[in-house]
């Protein structure tokens, strides 16, 4: 019921933050080699590391998160930011430790990082082994075969097809319970801070095809929730060549929720601009595609947002946000902001203060602008807020953002709402978290009879600025 063909006509069926480096580890291994593996920046990175997982296990390599029994040790970085550049650079001075522990070991550089810097990164970092950007994972294993022997290995070539749409990732850190899912590459807006479309390259949609089928596959091994992923999943434009039928990211949200009524359906980022009154009601007819929305609102200021190249201003966003509570009441709604950005004044940062509360996002991700070598804005724009300015700025859209937060989360005191149980709580062995279907966490004590995968009835009792606390009062309907 879940397996699909490229020949199969979809219309027949009833039936897509930034993340500290974390050690990524599967246990088991499939060959005689291992290789050990740091991921940084957005979830794109997180399951990019899953498909060179893949390729490598192909070669005979597993994952270990032991970084001195590594044959290999790999960095997949992220240039979001200078300090996620500096994080990487401290990062490869532990590499070079362990090197010299274990002489012999190959040390890779993947990812954003590898393909904003490309040659110049061999010539400052002699430790590192290969360079190896976003679209050239399919090359490891010749990269790899050079390296060892002897031979410094370097592919940051960018594609315009390259999707990895038939490479299954080989999971790392799972719980079994929620995965990623990329359903596009590249980014072809131009928001002038940003360094991804010049290290990510040209938007590519994957076939819809090889989404479901992964989507499904995952349904049958047991996972209960997926997030389809791409840095502007509201232009997801995918046509067949030969019948022409095209599907777009409305529908294919409502394909991969019709892949089983228990299985949540999650998706990130939306881009205000592109996000479609056809997406908001797919997603409110679906009761397993979750009310949440991350709409990143970057600014609060129409001037900033003309600057920043985001192409809507204050009122379009705002229109958007009404839409989204008029067609979806309970929808959750989260945001990105950057505070200090070339020129902003103290007027306009007031502007970015009022849409957090406005808007009443449940949760933002917050920076401070960060010049990024190469952009628009690095070209046009004088960086001209002070760094202190920048960081009070920030601090005080932090802080509103934790009240905004909590009086949201009061208003949840009290409900019962369906939890997709998700695993221990990180601070009480004694204690599960999950989550709600608006992303917020909830902590409930373990009770006898559930299991994490499980969809459970919880009773809000409590809450703080950032998670909900409550109890387990039943199976909710949807659980196995
Ligand atoms: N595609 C997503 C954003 C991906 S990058 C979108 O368009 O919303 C994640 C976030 O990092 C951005 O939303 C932005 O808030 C932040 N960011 C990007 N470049 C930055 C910079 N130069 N300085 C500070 N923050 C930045
Ligand atoms: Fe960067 Fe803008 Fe693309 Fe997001 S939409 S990845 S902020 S260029
Ligand atoms: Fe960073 Fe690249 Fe993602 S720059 S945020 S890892 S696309």
Redesign the pocket.
């Known amino acids: 019921m879940h397996k699909y063909d490229k020949d199969r006509a979809l219309v027949d069926r009833q039936i897509l933050t930034d993340r500290q480096g974390e050690v990524m580890d599967r246990p088991g291994r499939v060959g005689d080699k291992s290789f050990y593996i740091e991921s940084y920046g ?1 979830q794109m990175n997180f399951a990019d590391s899953e498909i060179v997982a893949s390729i490598l296990a192909d070669i005979g390599y597993s994952a270990t998160a032991s970084m001195d029994s590594a044959d290999l040790i790999l960095i997949n970085t992220c240039s ?2 200078e300090k996620a550049e500096d994080t990487v650079r401290k990062r490869l001075r532990i590499f070079d430790k362990a090197k010299r522990r274990r002489p012999g070991t190959l040390v890779g550089v993947l990812g954003c990082m590898a393909e904003r810097l490309k040659k110049k990164f061999l010539e400052e970092e002699r430790l590192v082994d290969m360079v190896v950007g976003p679209d050239a994972y399919r090359d490891l294993p010749a990269l790899l075969a050079s390296a060892e022997e002897g031979q410094k290995g370097i592919n940051v070539l960018l594609s315009r097809e390259e999707t990895y749409a038939d490479v299954a990732p080989v999971r790392l850190n799972s719980n079994g319970v929620s995965a990623f899912i990329s359903i596009m590459r590249g ?1 072809d ?1 131009m ?1 002038s ?4 479309p010049f290290t990510r390259g040209r938007e590519r949609s994957r076939d819809p095809y090889s989404v479901i089928a992964e989507a499904s596959q995952l349904y049958e091994q047991g996972y209960k929730e997926v997030t389809l992923l791409g ?2 999943v509201d232009s997801y434009q995918w046509s067949h060549e030969e019948s022409g039928e095209s599907v777009n990211f409305a529908r294919l949200l409502g394909l991969v929720a019709d892949i089983g009524p228990d299985l949540r359906v999650r998706f990130s ?1 939306s ?1 205000p601009k592109d996000i479609t009154d056809e997406v908001l009601h797919t997603i409110a007819a679906y009761r397993n595609i979750c009310d949440y929305i991350h709409l ?1 609102v ?1 600014s609060g200021s129409s001037r900033i947002l003309s600057r920043m190249n985001r192409t809507y201003d204050r009122e379009w966003y705002m229109e958007r946000v009404e839409s989204i509570y008029r067609i979806i009441p309970d929808c959750a709604i989260s945001s ?3 505070t200090g950005f070339c020129g902003e004044t103290e007027e306009e940062h007031r502007e970015t203060l009022s849409m957090v509360e406005w808007a009443g996002y449940t949760m933002s ?1 917050m ?6 070598p190469g952009t628009l804005a690095a070209r046009k724009y004088e960086d001209d807020v002070d760094l202190a300015t920048k960081k009070r700025r920030l601090a005080e859209v932090i802080d509103l953002q934790r009240t905004v937060s909590h009086q949201h989360n009061l208003r949840d005191v009290g409900k019962t709402m369906e939890i997709l149980l998700e695993g221990r709580s990180k601070k009480s062995d004694r204690h599960w978290k999950g989550r709600n279907s608006q992303n917020k966490i909830v902590i409930m004590p373990m009770m006898d009879g559930y299991a994490i995968g499980d969809y459970v009835d919880v009773k809000i009792s409590d809450t703080t600025s950032a998670t909900l606390l409550g109890d387990i009062i039943q199976k909710s309907q949807y659980s196995s």
């Open positions: 957005c979001i930011r980014c807006n928001c801070f940003c360094v991804v840095q502007n980022t881009h990143p970057q990105d902001i950057i991700y920076f401070y602008y960060s010049e990024r």
